[in-house]
């Protein structure tokens, strides 16, 4: 199923009960809850198994040991050498902490001991004006532009088939366990309209592209002779070689009262204040990089990983001494969704709050099926050294 929202709690049934206040027949109704129903990268949970964070990261945290002996000849543009090493993978339940938000956060744990090879990486997200230019010379059109066929809705009308994406929309909805009530379908949504069919990306070319699914990034980073990172590069390159810390900046979410990523700030879902300067995305590099120069790996929006998502993959690492370059499970597991197909998320996005969704914390993931976009969806590139 294309185009749907990650839920991790909620049945697409549900999902579909909650749509009808949409005046459409029911056929359509349907096929916006299934174009909804996955797409989102963050469900607000209540449980109370709360763990104690301890300064560093938690004790099963151990220290980050870079690779040693391999430096390159040159860096290609607009990206940063990561060196690589060893470096313990996971994240703390911050549940019950200070500003930790509401999720426990448990496909994040056991914390385990990975080793990532050295490679390169996109200094920023992708931005409008390089995604313009790969579509400028390949002709692509993105999932979102693409008219969903019957074989993906059987049961959908042709006359309801209609391309689009998932955009936010502020409401005054104040019960936070139905994210359905601030995303919407809009037909005509996609990357140069990424508000619906009448807004653009004029004078928007340094601001990172969105509604872009996992194939449409898997495509331009083949064009670009680069590829999708995996889950453990990212979160090596967000971790900047230091252990367990709980942002890519450190263990407090302001440093000198000053926000360092864009976030939300505000009444979720009602209003974004923009405290950090921002409501919605942001250019890029418009925060402090973290210890490599890597720019935005919090907040802004989510970025695609190339590994399937299982929600107990960490597990089987865990009985491994130190996995070497994971690549990620054979197959997505969601048990939230049987069946359907979704790719590993990381970072968070300009939606992120203390409120609902604290996946801007660094060893925390996010899930999104594979062919589904939204308006706080991108990515960046990563790139091997040269053999």
């Known amino acids: 199923m294309r185009l749907a929202i990650i839920t991790a709690v909620l049945t697409m049934a549900g999902i579909a009960s909650l749509l009808y206040r949409v005046a459409e027949p029911s056929a359509a109704v349907d096929l916006q809850a299934k174009k909804i129903g996955q797409a989102i990268s963050c469900i607000g949970l209540t449980l109370t198994d709360s763990a104690l964070y301890m300064n560093g990261g938690g004790k099963d945290f151990s220290i980050t040991v870079p690779a040693s002996g391999v430096y390159p000849s040159s860096i290609p543009d607009g990206m940063i050498w990561i060196p690589g090493g060893e470096y313990s993978m996971g ?33 920023t997200e992708v931005t409008n004006k390089e995604f313009a230019a790969f579509v400028k010379a390949t002709g692509y059109v993105t999932v979102a532009e693409q008219k969903p066929t019957k074989e993906e809705f059987p049961d959908v009308p042709d006359n309801k088939l ?14 936070l366990s139905n994210p359905y009530g601030w995303w919407t379908y809009v037909n005509g949504a996609d990357w140069q309209h990424p508000e619906g069919p009448q807004s653009s990306i004029s004078d928007k070319d340094d601001y990172p592209v969105v509604h872009i699914s996992w194939q449409d990034a898997a495509a331009f980073a083949k064009w670009a002779g680069k590829r999708l990172p995996t889950e453990a590069e990212w979160e090596f390159a967000a971790r900047g070689n230091k252990a367990g810390e709980l942002y890519s900046w450190g263990n407090t979410l302001h ?19 923009g405290e950090d300067g921002y409501a919605g995305t942001a250019p890029v590099k418009k925060f402090a990089p973290n210890a490599f120069g890597l720019y935005d790996m919090a907040g802004n929006v989510w970025e695609w990983c190339s590994d399937w998502y299982s929600h107990d993959y960490y597990h089987s690492l865990r009985s491994t001494n130190i996995a070497r370059n994971p690549t990620g499970p054979n197959e997505s597991d969601d048990p939230a969704e049987p069946g359907s197909k979704k790719k590993v998320q990381r970072g968070g996005s300009f939606l992120c709050t203390d409120q609902y969704c604290t996946r801007y914390m660094v060893g925390t993931r996010g899930k999104g099926e594979w062919r589904s976009a939204t308006n706080h969806l ?10």
Request: proline content about 7%; aromatic content about 10%; glycine content about 10%.
């Open 91 to 123: 994240g703390v339940n911050p549940h019950g902490m200070e500003q930790g938000g509401k999720e426990t956060m448990n496909d994040a744990r056991p914390v385990h001991r990975v080793f990532v090879s050295p490679f390169f990486m996109d200094a």
């Open 162 to 175: 209609i391309a689009g994406s998932a955009v936010f929309t502020a409401t005054t909805l104040r019960d």
């Open 255 to 273: 440093i000198n009262n000053k926000w360092m990523a864009n976030t939300y700030q505000g009444t979720f879902p009602k209003h974004d204040a």
């Open 378 to 387: 991108g990515f960046r590139c990563v790139k091997d050294l040269p053999k």
